[in-house]
């Protein structure tokens, strides 16, 4: 369990495990989880194959989904599975042209939705001005992403790829009138699901070192440069070795948040969120 732990977080770092957590990790009984282990692995996985998955795979995954801590157990999230693959074809174009989204036997589309509590005030005779506020909206998002993170934990566990999908965000209206959702839901992201493709292997792309995300007592950015700059360096190696062209992530990422055209279209969010009826006071 040592020597796997040891080369997945190589794999995650692109350095080796530290001498002084060697020996903590191999006596943590977190680190020594199967669970651990699973997630270390995670890599976005865009080759599928075509065969179906097991009946009862996604029964299996959403119930891990609920089984996700839920804000004052408001429960604010639906999700809808696509397995038709005209409409696959379809969500694909409509996110970017992303051909996994159409070789992956299964799209499910991960919806913050506020309808559901709506529906409630309304038969039971009560308003619901609470639900016009951006705290409402943050709830039903943050319960979505900690729901389809449980989903898919347990998918890869069992040996299947996944790959989120932040595209289905490019169209958001025209999304929900595909998917027929009422006022107040909206599509957040999507995920493929399928077997992957051992012909072209995803790989485990390099994470920041933990020092410039783990903070102790209060934050402290005072070796963050050189933690970037070390980064640079890895992620630029990883980019070599997948044949892709050489990059600094720093850069990467200063050039993707310097003007609105790095959010590539979606700067327009806030007039479709309220189109789709969210207030967001």
């Given at each position: ?205 390099p994470r920041l070192p933990q020092q410039a995300v783990l903070h102790r007592e ?9 933690c970037i700059a070390s980064y640079d360096a890895l992620d630029d190696a990883f ?43």
């Amino acid at each position: 369990m040592t020597d796997c732990l040891s080369s997945l977080w190589e794999q995650r770092y692109r350095t080796p495990l530290p001498e002084a957590l060697t020996g903590a990790l191999a006596d943590n009984p977190v680190s020594q989880s199967a669970v651990f282990t699973s997630l270390l692995s995670h890599r976005s996985v865009r080759a599928y194959l075509s065969d179906a998955l097991p009946e009862g795979t996604i029964e299996a995954a959403i119930a891990a989904a609920q089984s996700a801590a839920s804000s004052s157990n408001l429960q604010c999230w639906s999700v809808i599975a696509v397995e038709d693959p005209v409409r696959r074809a379809h969500f694909a174009a409509l996110c970017g042209n992303q051909e996994h989204i159409a070789t992956a036997p299964v799209f499910l589309v991960w919806v913050a939705d506020l309808s559901r509590l709506q529906r409630l005030a309304t038969r039971a005779g009560e308003t619901h001005e609470a639900l016009d506020y951006a705290e409402s909206f943050l709830i039903a998002t943050i319960d979505t992403a900690l729901a389809a993170q449980n989903a898919v934990s347990t998918l890869e566990a069992a040996g299947l790829g996944t790959v989120y999908i932040g595209g289905l965000r490019n169209h958001p209206e025209e999304i929900a009138r595909k998917l027929t959702l009422p006022e107040s839901c909206v599509g957040l992201f999507g995920l493929c699901v399928g077997y992957p493709d051992p012909e072209k292997p995803a790989s485990i792309k390099p994470r920041l070192p933990q020092q410039a995300v783990l903070h102790r007592e209060h934050y402290d950015a005072s070796t963050e440069a050189e933690c970037i700059a070390s980064y640079d360096a890895l992620d630029d190696a990883f980019q070599k070795e997948q044949g892709l062209p050489p990059r600094r992530w720093s850069e990467t990422m200063v050039r993707r948040i310097a003007t609105k055209a790095g959010l590539h279209g979606r700067d327009t969010m806030l007039a479709s969120l309220r189109a789709l009826g969210f207030r967001l006071k």
